[in-house]
C-alpha cells in the first residue's frame, strides 16, 4: 500500500505547527533510502520523497549509496561503537532495544559517509525518520551510535470531544481550540487532511495512542462502539499509517442503553457475552483498535456501583471482552464525591482516588491499566503527585496530564507545562530508593507486568494553529516528548521545539529570536503561578468554566471545598493528626514531609495546612506577604512577555505574531483581574496591610 503523508502544502489553512518544510531542509537535501516493506516503511518513504522535492534531495535505490538510510534489520544494534544515547529512563539494555517495536539505533560515525537509522520493526523507522528531523544537520555529523526506545507504552492522547454539541460544553469539553478534529454537529467533521496532519505531528514526537471521544459518554458518543463504528473506523484509518492506535471511551451503561439488557451489572453473564461480542464487532472493523477508555461513577457517569461492584470488577469486565483481540482499557481513577456539605470538614476530594482505588491493587487484569490524575484533585497549577501512583505496585499505571489548560489559562494564557510534568515524572513516591512516577507508568519494578504509559488530555482542536494559542503547541509537543523520554530536560525540549517551528536560522536574528522565545515561554508556568492561587490552594477560578479569578467560587459548593480561608488563616489542614488525614496516604518519607508545616515544601503549604496569615516561608516572608508579592510580581512578568514578544514582530509570521500578540492582551488583562481580586480578598480577610503600602484594589 503505498501512503501519501500529509502534505502542509494542500492545506494552506493549518498552521505545519513543529513540521514547517524548513525543519526538513537536512533530510531533504540529500540522499535517502527506506529498506522495509509495509504500511508504515511506505509512510517514511513517502515523507522523505516529500522533504526531497522540497529541497533537492533525492529518494535513491539499493543500487546507490545514500546519505541516510532507514533499514528495517535484525542486527540493528551492528557493533559499531555500542549503545549509548537517551536512553531516556528506559532502563533499555542492548538485548532488548533493538527488539522493541518503536526503537531504533543511529549509526552516524566517523568512517561511514551514510548515516544510518536501524529498526526492528517499522515503527521504529518512523521514529527514527522523526529522530533524524529533529536532529536536522547535527545528524549528519559524527557521534556515537546511539539506540533509542521509548521508556513508555501507550504514549496516548484523549480528545474530549463530543460528537454532538454539548448544550453547556460545546463541541470539545475543555477544548480551547476551536472545534473538534473529528466531529462536528452530531456527525463526523470529514476533513480528512486535517485528521492526516495532526497524526503526523504527533507521530512526529512519539505519540502513539489517541482516543477519539469525550470521557462524558453522552447518548451519540455511545453509539460510536455499535452502529456508529464506520466513523470510528474512518478515523482510524487516517492515524494507523503514523503509526497511531484508535482507542474509544465508552459507556459503563452501553449493555442497557445499546444492548437492550436489563442491567449493566459486570458480573451478570449476558452483560458479560454483550461486551464480548460488541468488542469482536469492533475488531472485526479494526482490527488494530487499542481498546476502551472509561470513566465510571464519576460526575453522573454510569459505573459498578450502582450494583454494589467494585471498580475492578467494572474493569475486568471490559478487559476480559478485550484481551482476545490484544486491547486493553484504560480504567479512570478520577472518582469522587461531587455531591459534598462545605460544613462536613471530613470529606477531601483529594483523599477520594486512593480511598476506592489503593484497596483494590492486584484485582485488576493484565490489560487493565488503571489512568490516575497527576494530582489527586484535578489539574491544578501546582498539586503534589496523586498518592494512588505510588500505592498499587501490583497494577499497571497510567498518569494522566492535561495539555489541555483548563485550570491554567484555557491557551489564552501562555503556561508552559512542561516543567511540571518533568516534576511529576521525576518524583519519587517511596523516596530515593524506589522508582520514580515515570518508573511506575514504565512498568519498573512491582509484580504489575507491566505499565500503563502516559496520557494526556489533547489541546488540540480546529484551530488553524491548532492550539488556538500558538505557543501552546509546545504543551502537544512537550508531551509527546516526555512520554518517550520522561528525563529529558524541559528546557532542552523547548529549544528543540524552538528550532523546529520557527527555524530561527533562517532569519534575520536568530540568537534574538531563541532569546526571547526561550523567555516568554521557558518561565511562563511559575509566571501564572504567581498571580493565580497561592501556595498550591487551587480552585479560586470561576465555577463553571473554569477561566479567571473567583476566590470562593467554588468555596461553599458540593463540588470540595480548597482554601478554608477566615480571618486568622488559610488553607487546608490534610495532616494525620489534626486534618483529614491526607497526607498518610503517601509512603515514606513523604508521608513524614507533608505532615507538617516545618517540612511541608512552602510551594505546596496550604495544600497540606492552615496556617496563620503570618506563618514565616522560608524565604523569610509571611505567607500573607508573598501573596501581595508573587501577585505583584505575576503581573509584572506577564506584562514584560507581551513587551518581549512584540519586540520579536519582525522575525515571526505575520500571522502567529498577531495570534499571540491578541492573546497576551487578554493574559496581561486577566493577569491584573487575579491579582487584584486575591489581593484585595486576603487584605479584607487578614487586615494585614502590605508593607510595601502598594495600592492593593
Ligand atoms: C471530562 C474535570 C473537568 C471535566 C472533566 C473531568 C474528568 O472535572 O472539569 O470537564 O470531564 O475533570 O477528568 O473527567
Known amino acids: 500500500m503505498s501512503v501519501t503523508p500529509a502534505d502542509p502544502g494542500l492545506a494552506p489553512d493549518i498552521d505545519p505547527a513543529w513540521l514547517p518544510d524548513e525543519a526538513l531542509r537536512a533530510v531533504g537535501s540529500r540522499r535517502v533510502r527506506v529498506d522495509g516493506e509495509g504500511p508504515l516503511a511506505d509512510t517514511v518513504r513517502a515523507e522523505a520523497a516529500y522533504a526531497c522535492e522540497r529541497f533537492g534531495g533525492r529518494i535513491v535505490g539499493p543500487g546507490d549509496r545514500p546519505d541516510l538510510l532507514l ?85 496516548m492522547l484523549d480528545h474530549w470531544d463530543n460528537v454532538d454539541v454539548h448544550p453547556v460544553m460545546g463541541q470539545v469539553e475543555r477544548g480551547y481550540a476551536g472545534g473538534s478534529l473529528f466531529w462536528r454537529d452530531g456527525r463526523p467533521r470529514d476533513e480528512p487532511h486535517r485528521i492526516r496532519a495532526y497524526a503526523r505531528l504527533l507521530a512526529s514526537c512519539g505519540i502513539d495512542a489517541l482516543a ?111 484481551a482476545p483481540h490484544g486491547g486493553i482499557v484504560h480504567w479512570r481513577a478520577f ?19 486512593h480511598d476506592h482505588f489503593a484497596p483494590l491493587d492486584g484485582e485488576f487484569r493484565p490489560n487493565a491499566i488503571l489512568q490516575v490524575k497527576h494530582g489527586p484533585i484535578d489539574f491544578q497549577t501546582r498539586e503534589p503527585v496523586s498518592p494512588v501512583i505510588g500505592a498499587m ?51 519498573d519494578g512491582g509484580g504489575r507486568g507491566g ?19 500558538p505557543l501552546a503547541q509546545f504543551n502537544l509537543y512537550a508531551f509527546g516528548r516526555l512520554a518517550w523520554q520522561p528525563d529529558a530536560d524541559p528546557a532542552s525540549l523547548l529549544d528543540e521545539w524552538i528550532e523546529l517551528t520557527f527555524t530561527p536560522n ?15 515561554v521557558g518561565g511562563s508556568w511559575e509566571t501564572y503561578e504567581k498571580y493565580t492561587a497561592p501556595l498550591g490552594v487551587g480552585f479560586m477560578v470561576q465555577p463553571g468554566h473554569h477561566y479567571g479569578p473567583s476566590v470562593d467560587g467554588y468555596e461553599y459548593s458540593p463540588w470540595g471545598t480548597y482554601h478554608f480561608a477566615d480571618r486568622d488563616g488559610v488553607g487546608v489542614d490534610r495532616s494525620r493528626a489534626t486534618g483529614t488525614g491526607y497526607a498518610a496516604q503517601y509512603g515514606k518519607p513523604w508521608s513524614d514531609t507533608y505532615e507538617t508545616p516545618d517540612t ?54 505575520p500571522a502567529r505574531h498577531a495570534r499571540v500578540t491578541e492573546r497576551y492582551e487578554e493574559q496581561v488583562r486577566c493577569a491584573r483581574e487575579w491579582r487584584d481580586q486575591v489581593n484585595s480578598y486576603f487584605l479584607r480577610k487578614s487586615g494585614v496591610p502590605d508593607r510595601h503600602g502598594r495600592r492593593i484594589h
Open 335 to 353: 472518582v469522587y464525591d461531587h455531591r459534598q456539605d462545605w460544613r462536613d470538614r471530613t470529606t477531601d476530594r483529594a483523599r477520594a482516588a
Open 71 to 155: 533499514r528495517l534489520a535484525d542486527d540493528s544494534l551492528g557493533g559499531e561503537g555500542g549503545e549509548g544515547g537517551e536512553g531516556g529512563g528506559s532502563g533499555g539494555n542492548g538485548e532488548d532495544c533493538p527488539r522493541h517495536p518503536e526503537g531504533f539505533t543511529l549509526h552516524r560515525t566517523l568512517d561511514r559517509t551514510t548515516v544510518t537509522a536501524s529498526a526492528a520493526a517499522p515503527a521504529g523507522l518512523l521514529h527514527g525518520y522523526f529522530h533524524v528531523v529533529r536532529l536536522g544537520e547535527a545528524a549528519f555529523t559524527p557521534a556515537p551510535a546511539a539506540t533509542h526506545r521509548p521508556a513508555l507504552t501507550p504514549r
Open 451 to 469: 505499565g500503563g504509559g502516559l496520557v494526556a488530555v489533547s489541546n488540540a482542536g480546529a484551530d488553524p494553529f491548532w492550539t488556538g494559542h
Open 506 to 520: 533562517r532569519t534575520a536574528d536568530p540568537d534574538r529570536l531563541r532569546a526571547g522565545l526561550r523567555h516568554v
Open 212 to 322: 477519539v471521544n469525550n470521557v462524558n459518554v453522552h447518548a451519540t458518543e455511545a453509539r460510536l462502539l455499535t452502529d456508529r463504528l464506520d466513523d470510528v473506523a474512518a478515523i482510524a484509518d487516517l492515524l494507523r499509517p503514523y503509526g497511531i492506535r484508535t482507542h474509544l471511551s465508552v459507556s459503563c451503561a452501553a449493555p442497557v442503553l445499546l444492548g437492550g439488557q436489563a442491567t449493566a451489572d459486570p458480573l451478570d453473564p449476558h452483560v458479560r457475552a454483550w461486551w464480548r461480542e460488541t468488542a469482536d464487532r469492533v475488531y472485526a472493523r479494526i482490527p488494530d483498535f487499542g481498546g476502551f477508555v472509561v470513566k465510571a461513577d464519576s460526575e453522573g457517569q454510569p459505573g459498578p456501583f450502582a450494583y454494589g461492584r467494585s471498580h475492578a470488577d467494572g474493569a475486568n469486565l471490559l478487559a476480559d471482552a478485550l
Open 393 to 443: 505496585p501490583r497494577t499497571r499505571i497510567a498518569v494522566e496530564l492535561q495539555a489541555t489548560q483548563e485550570y491554567t489559562g484555557q491557551q489564552w494564557h501562555v503556561c508552559a507545562l512542561a516543567p511540571m510534568w518533568s516534576q511529576v515524572l521525576r518524583f519519587r513516591p517511596h523516596g530515593e530508593d524506589g522508582p520514580g512516577v515515570a518508573g511506575v507508568a514504565a512498568g
Open 600 to 653: 511541608c515544601p512552602d510551594e505546596l503549604l496550604l495544600f497540606f495546612h492552615h496556617v496563620p496569615y503570618g506563618h514565616v516561608l522560608r524565604s523569610g516572608k509571611t505567607v500573607i506577604q508573598h501573596i501581595y508579592d508573587t501577585h505583584f510580581e505575576g503581573v509584572t512578568e506577564a506584562e514584560a512577555a507581551r513587551a518581549l514578544w512584540a519586540s520579536l514582530k519582525d522575525l515571526v509570521s
